[in-house]
């Protein structure tokens, strides 16, 4: 935070100093700060519109997933830096992966709920897949946004990342 303040001390008219500083605190959970720094980087002659638009998203849903895809699609498409790119493209992955187990852990309670037990295999939720249109691979498992088969978890009832998909854990 010290680092890209004295940034922005020393280049007030560098908007992405501020986009910067407003994802810094955005991670810190900080959205009243992170909004306010947003606010102050929409100003600045030549700032995208969009700007405007996250200082507003961080005072409304901070913490939510659509506001981190939106934040990491962003630096994603203004950075130059290939490992801030591969960075921000990994995290929207695993934010899309959330959103995808969320839903195969409906489906596998659904299917709890039904059966008194875990499903023992994919093949038992093939129907709902088909259903819910949730991307399978040929062996019917359901797969993450790189194309790697979720792992099913029948002990836990959970569905984990597969260990060779190159989404990140957290």
């Not at 790189?146 to 959970?158: A, H, I, K, R, W």
Request: aromatic share 8%; charged share 25%; with cysteine.
């Amino acid at each position: 935070i010290r680092i890209t303040q004295k940034g922005i001390a020393a280049n007030p008219n560098a908007w992405r100093l501020y986009q910067h500083l407003g994802y810094i605190y955005w991670q810190q959970g900080d959205y009243k700060a992170s909004s306010e720094i947003y606010g102050r980087g929409a100003q600045i002659p030549g700032a995208p519109a969009w700007m405007v638009a996250m200082k507003a998203k961080m005072i409304a849903e901070g913490g939510s997933r659509n506001t981190a895809r939106e934040i990491y699609t962003r630096m994603f498409e203004e950075s130059a830096d290939d490992q801030v790119k591969d960075m921000a493209r990994k995290h929207v992955l695993l934010l899309d992966s959330l959103d995808q187990r969320d839903v195969l852990r409906k489906v596998m309670q659904i299917f709890r709920d039904k059966t008194g037990r875990c499903p023992t295999s994919w093949t038992e939720l093939r129907e709902a897949f088909r259903v819910l249109s949730i991307p399978v691979d040929v062996n019917g498992s359901p797969v993450d946004p790189t194309g790697m088969p979720y792992v099913l978890n029948s002990g836990t009832c959970e569905v984990e990342l597969n260990p060779k998909s190159e989404i990140p854990i957290k």
